[in-house]
């Protein structure tokens, strides 16, 4: 087993081919930027050849900037078995690696091509003997491997022991169907290098069964040197092999170095997420939501007492933090621990009377955050300052052939101040409404990185709209969410940004408290 694995990330090719997906040149562009810079992935794939001129102007504009930072050698094309086409679509969009797709299953050898398999290598070879004599790296695919493997295997050891005889730097075995287990993945690659002793060989999982962490973890164990992934698990049906999930059980169970930064998984799943328009469940290892929150009360208690229920998988290695979630659940160390992070400080009667409040919310199935709790205290107790900001009058207009406008009145402890803003849309003025005052008192707003409504599934036009928006503050700390509920899509989104605000304004207070 090697102890240090590449990481070729395909979420620019692969990954492109899951059902809606297309990216923009310029969001290919920021997605390069971000797995090889931020993240640090070995190798990425950006392209098939020959798909269209403009997929061949996009792929030259990564060329372009990778060049100038040393990086264009990382970046790699998917080409195929066409003598010069390939070679030369590389060539022209500044590239100097193919990964040549041949075919890894006598099935597709025979019923795609119609060709035999001496035929299909001489193909091949005419194909790689172009592309060395152009300068050109050629990694070869065995396209359905897993197949060949399982049904046909003496024609994928005869082809590789031919392959092996040209200028091929990677031998690439695809589970193209995402067919396999982890068994089967180590035989089939133990059954390779028995026949072609010392090839470099990179995995390619698919995640049909669910098995591609597992299956990579496997590969790796049976003595590949690269495995491919996709960030967010992205590809064609059930997707590729997740980049998050692979590094992390690589790193943890075992003990395999790779290149990757972990403190940026998180920042790609998240632009991945944005620009490919699919939205990952909030359950997803490593990079969901809610997969650093603790529900239960017991487990917030373990925690606060002993981290007894942390597992390794930290959230600070992701740039994250963990969350204690407030729902019918929740236990008195839950709401301690939201009310330490806020910087409130109540004696326990009015901790418990707001543990109640909190489990009769959750009860009636309502959303309850930590940037609830100033509001469910003032509603409570009175006369306790946890709510220092409020939005007292609100007015925004939209029509057609007119800019949306936002006229705003805010009361900032006890002082009044007033804005009003046009914007491409309702939200954007009343945020850049928000914005000027905020920059008459000196507050620094965070980054709004999400924005998502949640509507009753059936509901009707008076039904209550949630709006759940994510910041994250300028300096690059972690993310936190703020929930806004009413019958009106705008007025839900002002409540959450009140919330926000808040947030703010009680941090602000707990650090002057503490300074002083």
Not at 167 to 184: A, C, N, Q, V
Not at 390 to 411: C, F, G, Q, Y
């Amino acid at each position: 087993m090697s102890h240090r694995i590449e990481i070729m990330d395909t979420t620019l090719r692969d990954g492109e081919q899951t059902d809606g997906v297309s990216f923009s040149p310029f969001e290919k562009l920021q997605i390069s930027r971000m797995l090889l810079e931020k993240l640090n992935v070995d190798r990425i794939e950006v392209a098939s050849a020959r798909v269209s001129m403009g997929e061949q102007e996009s792929v030259r504009s990564i060329f372009d900037w990778a060049r100038q930072k040393g990086l264009d050698h990382r970046i790699e094309i998917l080409g195929f078995v066409d003598h010069r086409a390939s070679v030369d679509w590389v060539r022209s969009a500044g590239g100097s690696v193919i990964n040549l797709l041949t075919k890894g299953s006598q099935k597709h050898c025979q019923l795609q091509l119609g060709k035999t398999l001496s035929e299909h290598l001489a193909d091949i070879e005419r194909t790689i003997s172009y592309a060395d004599d152009q300068g050109v790296t050629v990694n070869v695919y065995l396209e359905d491997w897993s197949n060949g493997y399982l049904h046909s295997p003496d024609y994928v050891v005869e082809m590789l022991k031919a392959l092996r005889t040209m200028p091929i730097h990677r031998f690439l075995l695809p589970d193209t169907l995402g067919i396999l287990s982890p068994d089967e993945v180590k035989a089939g690659i133990a059954h390779a290098l028995q026949a072609v002793p010392n090839l470099e060989i990179d995995f390619h999982g698919h995640n049909d069964y669910g098995l591609a962490t597992a299956n990579c973890m496997a590969a790796v164990q049976a003595g590949v040197k690269g495995l491919h992934v996709a960030v967010n698990g992205l590809g064609e049906r059930a997707g590729n092999s997740p980049l998050e999930a692979v590094v992390t059980a690589l790193h943890d169970k075992l003990g395999v170095e790779t290149s990757v930064r972990e403190e940026a998984l998180t920042d790609a799943s998240r632009l991945v997420e944005t620009f490919s328009r699919k939205r990952i469940s909030s359950n997803r290892p490593i990079v969901g939501a809610d997969v650093f929150t603790q529900t239960a009360g017991i487990h917030a208690d373990g925690d606060k007492k002993h981290n007894l229920y942390a597992n390794p998988i930290l959230p600070e290695r992701f740039g994250r933090q963990r969350v204690y979630a407030l729902g019918k659940l929740a236990g008195k160390a839950s709401v301690a621990n939201n009310l330490k992070s806020l910087g409130i400080e109540l004696p326990a009667e009015q901790e418990k009377a707001l543990l109640e409040k909190i489990k009769e919310l959750g009860e009636r199935k309502e959303t309850v955050t930590a940037d609830d709790l100033p509001f469910l205290i003032e509603d409570l107790f009175g006369g306790v300052q946890t709510r220092f900001v409020r939005v007292t009058d609100i007015r925004i207009v939209t029509a057609n052939n007119e800019s949306p406008h936002a006229e705003l009145k805010l009361e900032i402890d006890g002082q009044e101040y007033a804005s009003a803003s046009s914007g491409d849309g309702g939200y954007d003025a009343f945020m850049k409404a928000l914005a000027s005052i905020a920059s008459q008192i000196n507050l620094e707003l965070p980054e709004l990185t999400d924005y998502e409504l949640r509507i009753p599934p059936g509901g009707k036009t008076d039904a209550l709209v949630e709006t759940v928006i994510t910041w994250k503050s300028r300096d690059g700390m972690s993310g936190f969410r703020t929930v806004g509920v009413d019958s009106d899509q705008m007025m839900a989104a002002v409540k959450a940004t009140e919330k926000m605000l808040n947030r703010l304004f009680i941090a602000n207070a707990a650090l002057a408290s503490k300074s002083h």
